[in-house]
T-cell receptor, first 115, second 113 residues
Framework: DTGVSQDPRHKITKRGQNVTFRCDPISEHNRLYWYRQTLGQGPEFLTYFQNEAQLEKSRLLSDRFSAERPKGSFSTLEIQRTEQGDSAMYLC?????????????FGPGTRLTVT | EDKVVQSPLSLVVHEGDTVTLNCSYE??????LLWYKQEKKAPTFLFMLTSSGIEKKSGRLSSILDKKELFSILNITATQTGDSAVYLC?????????????FGKGTKLSVKP
């Protein structure tokens, strides 16, 4: 399968614990995006990488959230001291870059439940 | 504030019907508008529209963009139960950032046999 993959697919954690999610983009894509989706809403942008550089962060990304893409390939999203409001589907997407516009392809998501 | 509004929020039809889903946007730095289909998993890419008045078509699905009136429509003809999903439209921001998507809330389509 050459699509975007995410791990784990589901995560249940207790409030106050730290969690880390992983995203592997389509291999030839140099842009990687993280989104969060809650029930009944469209995905909301969190942050974006071009290669290993994190170029933009949404104001939704509080200090408890951190994302990395150390070698410009896979990315991790860590949430520290989780809160119940962090319960959501965390989606990763990737795309090519260049002078034209490229569509984003999404992974299957990680569903986080904070109890 | 930039926003994307979809209507209707939900729709129930019978197999064979034709449906039209609407997406209006009020955004700065418009670059592209994208349509995705979301079943109980991640959004699946359908279309990307950049130029006004040019229809994109894939099988029974088609979409068109009107940049003057700031809206797009997604048409599905001869609907099937497998078309049941949430259809999301998103504006691609190409201003100061590099292509993050701003999504509407989606239209939930239910196709009854």
């Amino acid at each position: 399968d050459t699509g975007v993959s995410q791990d784990p697919r589901h995560k249940i954690t207790k409030r106050g614990q730290n969690v880390t999610f992983r995203c592997d983009p389509i291999s030839e894509h140099n842009r990687l995006y993280w989104y969060r989706q809650t029930l009944g809403q469209g995905p909301e942008f969190l942050t974006y990488f071009q290669n290993e550089a994190q170029l933009e962060k949404s104001r939704l990304l509080s200090d408890r959230f951190s994302a990395e893409r150390p070698k410009g390939s896979f990315s991790t999203l860590e949430i520290q001291r989780t809160e119940q409001g962090d319960s959501a589907m965390y989606l990763c997407a990737s795309s090519s870059s260049g002078t034209v516009t490229y569509e984003q392809y999404f992974g299957p998501g990680t569903r986080l439940t904070v109890t | 504030e930039d926003k994307v509004v979809q209507s209707p929020l939900s729709l129930v039809v019978h197999e064979g019907d034709t449906v039209t889903l609407n997406c209006s946007y009020e955004v700065t730095n418009f670059r592209s508008l994208l349509w995705y289909k979301q079943e109980k998993k991640a959004p699946t890419f359908l279309f990307m529209l950049t130029s006004s008045g040019i229809e994109k078509k894939s099988g029974r699905l088609s979409s068109i963009l009107d940049k003057k009136e700031l809206f797009s429509i997604l048409n599905i003809t001869a609907t099937q139960t497998g078309d049941s999903a949430v259809y999301l439209c998103a504006w691609m921001n190409y201003g100061g950032s590099q292509g993050n998507l701003i999504f509407g809330k989606g239209t939930k389509l239910s196709v009854k046999p």
